[in-house]
């Protein structure tokens, strides 16, 4: 099975659904990305979140990011495996029911599933955390810890991924190399340099 299913909505940050879309693509894997109640050829906007020394995030408008498959035909049994990037798109999409339940499909059925930044919140809506390991952007840790999941910090660069089982997660873009590496490593992708 060569499909990954990437979760996405407006506001997703940008570098957070981009760079795994094109990185997964590159290793030859079919990457399909959905929004509901977009089709095939509709754009989401993305947001850039950077870390400027302010006591939160700035945001940027980003890019249009291109949606290339129809949320509404998801077979979760297509796919190997599930992306979950962060921005402001989760803390809405997770009112979505269908969205919730593809969650609990990756994650009944073990498949892979990586999560960033504020991704979690979709975790956390769809109930996957109960007594798993996690990280988040920090002010996701709440909720990540009031859903039943131990919080695993990071360092202060943002860039170490925690994996517990099926579930890879970040607290940020500066994640990528450890986040996407470690999901690859889930997939069963071997990468030769």
């Known amino acids: 099975m060569k499909k990954i299913l990437v979760l996405a909505?407006?506001?997703v940050e940008d570098y957070e659904v981009m760079?795994?879309?094109?990185?997964?693509?590159?290793?030859?894997?079919?990457?399909?990305?959905?929004?509901?109640?977009?089709?095939?050829?509709?754009?989401?906007?993305?947001?850039?979140?950077?870390f400027e020394g302010d006591q939160t995030y700035s945001e940027k408008r980003g890019?249009?990011?291109?949606?290339?498959?129809?949320?509404?035909?998801v077979n979760v049994a297509d796919y190997a495996g599930l992306v979950i990037p962060g921005g402001r798109a989760p803390e809405y999409l997770r009112l979505n029911a269908r969205l919730l339940e593809i969650v609990r499909e990756f994650n009944a059925a073990q498949k892979p599933i990586a999560a960033v930044?504020?991704?979690?919140?979709?975790?956390?809506?769809?109930?996957?955390?109960?007594?798993?390991?996690?990280?988040?952007?920090p002010a996701v840790k709440p909720d990540v810890v009031d859903a039943g999941a131990t919080w695993c910090d990071f360092n202060e660069t943002l860039t170490s991924a925690t994996v517990d089982g099926n579930l890879v997660t970040a607290p940020a873009w500066p994640a990528h190399p450890a986040w996407i590496a470690a999901f690859v490593k889930l997939l069963g992708a071997k990468i030769s340099i």
């Open 19 to 50: 760079v795994p879309f094109q990185m997964l693509q590159m290793l030859g894997y079919e990457v399909h990305a959905v929004c509901p109640g977009k089709k095939p050829g509709d754009t989401v906007r993305t947001a850039i979140h950077d």
């Open 63 to 73: 890019h249009n990011f291109a949606i290339n498959a129809d949320f509404d035909q």
């Open 117 to 137: 930044c504020h991704g979690p919140q979709i975790l956390v809506s769809a109930g996957v955390l109960r007594n798993r390991q996690c990280t988040a952007y």
């Open 9 to 11: 909505g407006d506001y």
